[in-house]
T-cell receptor
Framework: AQSVTQLGSHVSVSEGALVLLRCNYSSSVPPYLFWYVQYPNQGLQLLLKYTTGATLVKGINGFEAEFKKSETSFHLTKPSAHMSDAAEYFCAVSDRNNDMRFGAGTRLTVKP | NAGVTQTPKFQVLKTGQSMTLQCAQDMNHEYMSWYRQDPGMGLRLIHY???????DQGEVPNGYNVSRSTTEDFPLRLLSAAPSQTSVYFCASSSRALHNEKLFFGSGTQLSVL
């Protein structure tokens, strides 16, 4: 089965700094990759997804991610962090069998 | 515009008790699923359904049952609760084959088993 590894359970950045959240995946078939965000006491919301086509994917709130097959990675970035970006972020991979697997999550803290 | 509705929001059970977590969606989604969220482990898939009358096991199905008698509802049953089932449970739905569509999540049920 496919799996996801998120490097770093906690990431702290200053407001205005670059955000980089790392995700590596394992899949026996071409993967479909997702980033979700969870704000406190809420369910998850989709930030962006990669299915096919362009490997650089832009999402909501200024986030983007690049699918790199050779590195089996799908890292999430944002050029300038905002206080409202503080949340937990989950990378997920899905195969053709309707089975979506999530990573353990990365909690992003944004310092003023 | 309700989306995915989960009830209850909080529940405390004693070991051995049974209960059903309810999940309903009003978007006519074919795909529905249940996840549990535990610290440091992210979300783990319990069971999922690709349509009424069809269910399948996910990553951690033991101790849980599901059924899908209608498109709208996908209840999760704990037959004999155990402390290891203390977790936050999320229901999610999607309009078509999962790999090409985003999941819509409910707001979660926080379950404590004493």
């Amino acid at each position: 089965a496919q799996s996801v590894t998120q490097l770093g359970s906690h990431v702290s950045v200053s407001e205005g700094a670059l955000v980089l959240l790392r995700c590596n995946y394992s899949s026996s078939v071409p993967p479909y990759l997702f980033w979700y965000v969870q704000y406190p006491n809420q369910g998850l919301q989709l930030l962006l997804k990669y299915t096919t086509g362009a490997t650089l994917v832009k999402g909501i709130n200024g986030f983007e991610a690049e699918f790199k097959k050779s590195e089996t990675s799908f890292h999430l970035t944002k050029p300038s962090a905002h206080m409202s970006d503080a949340a937990e972020y989950f990378c997920a991979v899905s195969d053709r069998n309707n089975d979506m697997r999530f990573g353990a999550g990365t909690r992003l803290t944004v310092k003023p | 515009n309700a989306g995915v509705t989960q009830t209850p929001k909080f529940q405390v059970l004693k070991t051995g008790q049974s209960m059903t977590l309810q999940c309903a969606q009003d978007m006519n989604h074919e795909y529905m699923s249940w996840y549990r969220q535990d610290p440091g482990m992210g979300l783990r898939l319990i069971h999922y359904s690709v349509g009424a009358g069809i269910t399948d096991q996910g990553e951690v199905p033991n101790g849980y049952n599901v059924s899908r008698s209608t498109t709208e509802d996908f209840p999760l049953r704990l037959l004999s609760a155990a402390p290891s089932q203390t977790s936050v449970y999320f229901c999610a739905s999607s309009s078509r084959a999962l790999h090409n569509e985003k999941l819509f999540f409910g707001s979660g049920t926080q379950l404590s088993v004493l």
